[in-house]
């Protein structure tokens, strides 16, 4: 499924939208090919097993930059990715990011110094190794801050900082109609 899904994505220039959507049919696919149903309460998280979709383009890109590098210097992929616009501007409402900016980012994510590029991809065993160093770093600052974001959804769901507070167990509710609904809990029951 995912070969053909990214299929062409080593040009891709995306941002945290594309992600996040690549990601949310990611999940239903699998949940489908699994057999999963709401019900069954599978985070995503288990579900992608340890590479997210974001990995996967990036895993490629990296891949597809070193490619480029390593051709010769009259070469079209190379001339393009290491081209600028001589003249005029880009249109207004067209395209904000550029790929050598998208290619910048993702060797920030990845702790890959942009300036070393060359020397990196000089010799295609060590970029392999440097590429996967920075995936490796990538999947930990990924999952921590999914932990996080975890973390403080889970807080903010489960008290409320203030709101009306019950006078019989001391609960802050969330509003006045929950408070009322939680003041039944405390009636008698009526057998």
């Given at each position: 499924?995912?070969?053909?899904?990214?299929?062409?994505?080593?040009t891709w220039?995306?941002?945290c939208?594309?992600?996040?959507?690549?990601e949310?049919y990611h999940?239903?696919?699998l949940?489908?090919i699994?057999?999963?149903?709401?019900?069954?309460k599978?985070p995503?998280?288990?579900?992608r097993?340890?590479?997210s979709?974001e990995?996967?383009?990036m895993q490629?890109?990296?891949?597809?930059?070193?490619h480029?590098i390593?051709?010769q210097s009259?070469?079209h992929p190379?001339?393009i990715l290491y081209?600028?616009l001589q003249?005029g501007q880009?249109?207004?409402?067209?395209q904000?990011k550029?790929?050598s900016d998208?290619v910048?980012a993702i060797?920030?994510?990845?702790?890959?110094?942009?300036?070393?590029?060359e020397?990196?991809?000089?010799?295609?065993?060590?970029?392999?190794d440097?590429?996967?160093?920075?995936l490796?770093?990538?999947?930990i600052?990924y999952?921590?801050e999914?932990?996080a974001?975890?973390a403080?959804?889970?807080?903010i769901a489960?008290?409320?900082?203030?709101g009306p507070?019950c006078?019989?167990s001391?609960?802050?509710?969330?509003?006045?109609?929950?408070?009322?609904?939680?003041?039944?809990?405390?009636?008698?029951?009526?057998?």
């Amino acid at each position: 499924m995912c070969v053909c899904f990214l299929f062409g994505c080593e040009t891709w220039t995306l941002y945290c939208r594309h992600f996040k959507a690549l990601e949310a049919y990611h999940a239903k696919s699998l949940q489908k090919i699994l057999g999963l149903h709401w019900w069954h309460k599978v985070p995503h998280t288990e579900m992608r097993n340890r590479h997210s979709m974001e990995h996967s383009v990036m895993q490629r890109q990296l891949r597809w930059i070193g490619h480029v590098i390593w051709m010769q210097s009259n070469w079209h992929p190379r001339r393009i990715l290491y081209s600028e616009l001589q003249h005029g501007q880009r249109a207004p409402g067209g395209q904000k990011k550029r790929f050598s900016d998208h290619v910048k980012a993702i060797l920030k994510k990845c702790s890959i110094p942009p300036d070393q590029l060359e020397t990196l991809t000089s010799n295609t065993e060590a970029w392999k190794d440097v590429c996967d160093e920075g995936l490796t770093a990538f999947d930990i600052n990924y999952d921590q801050e999914a932990e996080a974001r975890y973390a403080r959804q889970s807080m903010i769901a489960s008290t409320p900082a203030s709101g009306p507070r019950c006078h019989i167990s001391g609960r802050i509710c969330a509003s006045e109609f929950g408070l009322r609904i939680h003041l039944r809990s405390h009636r008698p029951s009526v057998s």
